[in-house]
């Protein structure tokens, strides 16, 4: 059974950071693209990063995290990371990671994405 699970989330204030995982489970997380989504109260979900699959881990940022946060993954834990440093109100959220069997990757829409974790919830707050 295919799965993904994150984990990391919590509360930290303005200026810190955290790691979040995305760790998978009955298949090969490196021969996938895997993204990072985030749904923040009120508004619709968006593509903050992806990895593509191993055959060249090419990575893509979004703008509003670009210089701030780092994607990676560790194929012999079979899990994709995601570091977030200097981390913003605004970046408060659930944080989803998906699984792209295409292996491109992208931020810019859910389509490719067959595979979806549980979240995990990243608040940010003095």
């Known amino acids: 059974q295919l799965q993904l699970v994150e984990s990391g989330g919590g509360v930290v204030q303005p200026g810190g950071s955290l790691r979040l995982s995305c760790a998978a489970s009955?298949?090969?997380?490196?021969?996938?693209?895997i993204g990072w989504f985030r749904q923040a109260p009120g508004k619709e979900r968006e593509g903050v990063s992806y990895?593509?699959?191993?055959?060249?881990?090419?990575?893509n940022y979004a703008d509003s995290v670009k210089g701030r946060f780092t994607i990676s993954r560790d194929n012999a834990k079979n899990t994709v990371y995601l570091q977030m440093n200097s981390l913003k109100p605004e970046d408060t959220a659930v944080y989803y990671c998906?699984?792209?069997?295409?292996?491109?990757?992208?931020?810019?829409?859910?389509?490719?994405?067959?595979?979806w974790g549980q979240g995990t919830q990243v608040t940010v707050s003095s």
């Open positions: 990895i593509s699959s191993s055959n060249n881990d090419r990575t």
């Open positions: 998906a699984a792209d069997p295409s292996g491109l990757g992208t931020i810019a829409a859910e389509i490719p994405y067959e595979y």
């Open positions: 009955g298949f090969t997380s490196a021969d996938y693209a």
